[in-house]
């Protein structure tokens, strides 16, 4: 008997019951969807983290400015400056998990060059920004020391406002005009794409923090010697939360804050925060991974007891086929495909649930979706296994029974 | 196989030294068959009859290849099939014999065509074989009009004639029938008898186990057995025409 004329008899004897067919599939169906559902889940968070850390730089934390409140209405983050540049050297300077501090200062403005204008975000950074945030250079230089000592003109710029205001032109030596201040282009910034959460972070142009916060941000965007973050990098991931506290003690020392009173900054901690996140997922992977475990399993016992049943309905069937010339070995195969098909098409089910599942998954709780061709594939490995498995007692019990018997049954 | 045949086309189609069968019962045996000795030549028509525990079907699955002799030899078609393991009579079954059984039991959920094809399925026939060989099988039995019915939607007759073209369809040496009009009515019955004639004029050795001598009148011989023994071999002269009997009632009733 070939293994077509195995699967054809396996479907008709699998038609013929269908619902306990699809009854005896539940388990399998459950343990597939788990299994699918649980590499998604723990794929999609590895994503996520992997994809933050190369927005963000590795090992990498940012200090805000705290909250104010006037009259009762409290400001949102980074209203109560209290940041200063000393503040980033003290903490670079003192923490041994630190690789640097880099201070920084954020607002807006309009950019022109000739007659064209593009309103950006405008960042003073220090020559220690980029570098911590393993942000390339594409073309020029970055921002250098003597450009923040000297509070000079220059300004590297992402590669948005290239395309905005040179086109095609070379923008390396323009003079262009942020706030109607002329700076000399003298970088341009490595792309990095959207952020996760779908931001431009190419829409940006840098300049020396010095000039920031004396000749473009001063006064309205930048409050005296305040800046607007500082950007902590850590040896390695592992010191991140050290280092978190040790900055905490730190700021707070040098903001004279007493114990009881509330920091007067605060600190994301990004990559921690989806670490734990990422961890929580992955809970929830095994969580999935265990339920898959029981419904595989469970949906094999299912399997191997209608199997048995079936092998007893159909005894007299066996024992004809004996007769007319099967083989133990024809027997056997014919009722392991059977279990194979039954636990095969649980599978597609499962898979079919289980995609479902993770979309869902990703759409209600903010997972993202990671289906894998190779899930779906170990899967259905998975529930033709699970087939094999427990489909081999029930076969080998009909392979073995007697011709004579099996045709006397009534 | 039919190049490992040790006495060639002319020898008997059954020779039997010797056969007998035990079971063991508690600390004792039963001693089913014992002393069996028959020959039975190409295009002979036998019927075994006996009372139940008499021997019979236990004489019908040792020559049938459903069992094995606890003693004595059995060439079937020339071999010896008393020492094959069960794999191998699977594939003396399937070759050589053509079982025909009292239920019939056909597969419930396969149409008459499929039902015809499984024996085909177990041997060496190509798929696209297979469909024409049964085809031409179930026109013998008179049923090319029926071939895509399921059991269900044919009459008793109907499906003892869709088992007979399962048993033919491989072109065995021997058809052998248990009871094969034990569930059907006598007219039906008569009706069965007459096609296992037209095919034994056609060549075909036939073995029919049963327990009424109406059927055993259309038998060319008749082995009897009691008490686990071959009691009396009787050759029967001019055996009954079951075709010319139903022609005759057909005259009768109209």
Known sequence: MTPVDSIRSALDSLRANLLRTVLTTLGIVIGVAAVIAMVGVGRAAEQRVQSVMQNLGANIMIVLNGTSTSGGVRRGSGSKPSLTIGDADAIVRELSSVQAAAPSVRGTGQAVYGNTNWFTALQGVRDDYLPAREWGIASGRGIEATDDRGARKVAVIGRTVVEKLFGAEDPIGQTIRIQRVPFTVVGILASKGQTTWGSDQDDVIFIPLATAMKRVLGGRQVRGDYVHSITVKAYSGDQLADAEREVTTLLRQRHRIQSGQPDDFFIRNITQFLEARAEQERTMGFLLASVAGVSLLVGGIGIMNIMLVSVTERTREIGLRMAVGARARDILSQFVIEAVTLSLAGGMIGVALGVGGSLAASELAGWGLAISPEAILIAVAFSAGVGIFFGWYPALKASRLDPIEALRHA | ?254
């Open chain 2, 1 to 254: 196989m039919e190049d490992v045949r040790e006495d060639g086309a002319a020898g008997p189609i059954i020779r039997v030294e010797g056969l007998g069968r035990d079971y063991p019962v508690g600390t004792g045996v039963v001693r089913a068959l014992r002393d069996f000795d028959v020959t039975i030549e190409r295009g002979d028509f036998v019927a075994i009859m006996g009372p139940s525990g008499s021997g019979k079907s236990t004489a019908m699955h040792l020559l049938g290849c459903l069992d094995r002799p606890t003693s004595g030899r059995y060439f079937l078609d020339g071999i010896d099939v008393s020492a094959l393991d069960r794999d191998a009579l699977a594939g003396i079954r399937n070759r050589k014999i053509g079982f025909v059984f009292q239920a019939f039991n056909l597969l419930p959920r396969a149409n008459a065509l499929r039902n015809v094809e499984l024996p085909l399925t177990y041997g060496k026939t190509p798929r696209a074989e297979r469909a024409a060989r049964a085809a031409d099988a179930l026109k013998t039995v008179g049923l090319a009009d029926r071939m895509d019915h399921r059991p269900a939607q044919l009459s008793g007759g109907q499906m003892q004639r869709v088992a007979i073209a399962r048993a033919i369809v491989n072109q065995p040496v021997l058809l052998l029938a248990d009871e094969p009009t034990g569930a059907l009515d006598t007219r039906t019955g008569i009706e069965i008898m007459a096609l296992f004639q037209r095919l034994n004029t056609e060549g075909r050795t036939v073995i029919i186990v049963t327990h009424e001598p109406e059927i055993a009148q259309f038998a060319k011989r008749i082995l009897r057995f009691r008490d686990g023994r071959l009691e009396e071999d009787e050759r029967i002269a001019e055996p009954a025409d079951a075709a010319a009997l139903l022609a005759g009632s057909a005259r009768s009733a109209a």
